[in-house]
């Protein structure tokens, strides 16, 4: 996998890289692995093509073993003054490198766990007081739009981290790579921290590729896992668009588990993951599929039902409203003299003739006995009429409230998405397309499940058939003999 991460990081750019300095970063680096493989692999690459790079490694790390360990091998490997490169502490909390940028991130962050320890070593606040720049930023006209995901799951936080140490002013850019596992691509709804952390990335045009890899490729999970491929300087071809890699079927058996891990990507399967990438549009569609950035955006609309209400002037009611205000009661049981009906399907109609009742005995209908009506008189009926606020706007009924997930590239937008898929359905409906959020979210299974395929009847009668003549006689065997 960390080859893998180099290849995808690296030989994508290799005709640009120049006889220079180039810095190296992972934010959760272990032992050190990713830092060394993207050194030597950039090494390789240099040397073809005549070029003398200096490479620099830098890594953080918050475990001590593994921290140790990083250091040493970077001792053995005569990478002695890189040691001080790597900084013991919590990416996320303690940041070694606050106002450094770097040309390439390699990661495989943590996740499925919770950071709710990094906030008290950010002096015990809470999530929604947290200020730190990488997380918190100032986007569509929102100074404090969050980036933090839930509480649960760190990994975006590794990738936001990442995001905030991009070089802006070269012509490389930055290239980030970085492992994930699937609640990276949809978790979270719009307006949450992960759905806007990918919105940024999405709307920013940083998300050039996703690679979805097999199960079980990791020592200590058998879950499926992806590769964000994420670059600032995206390729003229590339702009405007995001690569979907299905991978998952690409992979070898070892011939004995390590773990969770029972297989592994040799490096011809390696040449051909890569070879999918560089093809771009080109590549094989059972394998790779490209879109334009808005397929994966979204409005989530609130789709409102108007609430109706049936008031119902039963003696049982009557009685328990002169024991709450005997004078609403009083001017209650008057209408029902005058109307001669003990219910009503229209609630706005029933308050304006109480309230002419009331005026004419000096009462008040004040609105805590409206309130009183509504609380201790009405049901919902979906055969009244809709109630209106004093505005003369329908009133929702909260308990009809439903959401959807437009997407951006519906044709004709929010109105056209509530005539073709909402009104038919629900008439009466309407969407408060003003408080839409404005969602992103990835999913595979969308573009590249294959169905499976279903046996035909005749198939299927021909085995009944078949079994049949097979057991002909079997049950009088078993029971021969018994009376």
């Not at 394998?287 to 989530?300: I, Q």
């Not at 109307?339 to 706005?348: L, P, Q, R």
């Not at 009809?400 to 009104?423: A, C, F, H, S």
């Not at 573009?447 to 279903?454: G, N, Q, S, T």
Request: proline share 4%; with cysteine.
């Amino acid at each position: 996998i960390i080859e893998l991460m180099a290849d995808l990081a690296f030989i994508p750019i290799q005709d640009k890289i120049q006889s220079t300095t180039y810095r190296i970063y992972d934010g959760a680096c272990g032992t050190g692995g990713m830092l060394t493989v993207g050194e030597s692999c950039i090494q390789n690459l240099a040397e073809r093509r005549g070029k003398k790079v200096s490479i620099n490694l830098f890594g953080q790390e918050n475990f001590d073993e593994t921290y140790a360990i990083a250091c040493a091998d970077m001792l053995l490997k005569g990478e002695g003054t890189q040691v001080n490169n790597i900084f013991f502490g919590s990416t996320i909390s303690n940041d070694g490198f606050p106002k450094d940028e770097f040309d390439f991130m390699l990661s495989n962050p943590p996740f499925g766990t919770s950071w709710k320890a990094e906030l008290k070593a950010w002096g015990d606040i809470k999530k929604d007081e947290i200020t730190d720049p990488r997380f918190i930023i100032d986007y569509d006209g929102n100074p404090e739009y969050t980036l933090l995901p839930d509480i649960g799951d760190p990994q975006m936080l590794f990738l936001a981290n990442n995001i905030s140490k991009m070089k802006q002013k070269t012509s490389l850019g930055s290239r980030i790579i970085e492992v994930h596992n699937s609640s990276s691509l949809f978790n979270g709804n719009a307006g949450s921290g992960a759905s806007n952390l990918r919105r940024y990335i999405i709307e920013n045009d940083l998300l050039e590729a996703i690679v979805a890899l097999p199960e079980k490729m990791f020592y200590n999970t058998d879950i499926g896992t992806f590769l964000w491929i994420v670059t600032n300087k995206k390729e003229e071809k590339r702009k405007g668009k995001v690569q979907l890699i299905d991978a998952t079927s690409m992979k070898s058996p070892l011939k004995k588990n390590i773990g969770e891990k029972n297989s592994e990507i040799t490096p011809n399967i390696r040449k051909r993951i890569l070879k999918i990438y560089l093809d771009f549009e080109e590549a094989d569609p059972k394998y790779s599929k490209v879109f334009e950035n808005e397929e994966f955006g979204y409005y989530a609309v609130d789709v409102q039902r108007p609430l109706r209400l049936r008031v119902d002037l039963s003696d049982d009611n009557i009685s328990e409203m002169k024991d709450k205000d005997a004078e609403l009661a009083g001017v209650l049981t008057e209408y029902i003299d005058k109307v001669g009906m003990n219910s009503c399907v229209d609630f706005n109609e029933f308050i304006e003739r109480i309230s002419e009742i009331a005026g004419t005995q000096n009462i008040k209908l004040t609105a805590k006995r409206k309130k009183l009506i509504r609380g201790g008189l009405t049901s919902v009926d979906e055969t009244a009429a809709p109630v209106k606020d004093a505005k003369g706007n329908l009133e929702a009924d909260k308990n009809l409230k439903d959401t959807e997930q437009v997407p951006m590239t519906y044709p004709g937008g929010i109105d056209g998405y509530w005539e073709n898929e909402v009104r038919p359905y629900a008439q009466d409906s309407w969407i408060e397309s003003e408080n839409a959020s404005i969602g992103y979210e990835l999913s595979f299974t969308k573009y590249f499940y294959k169905p499976v395929e279903v046996r035909s009847v005749n198939e299927i009668i021909s085995d009944i058939q078949s079994i049949e003549k097979d057991t002909d006689g079997l049950l009088a065997a078993i029971t021969g003999g018994m009376r």
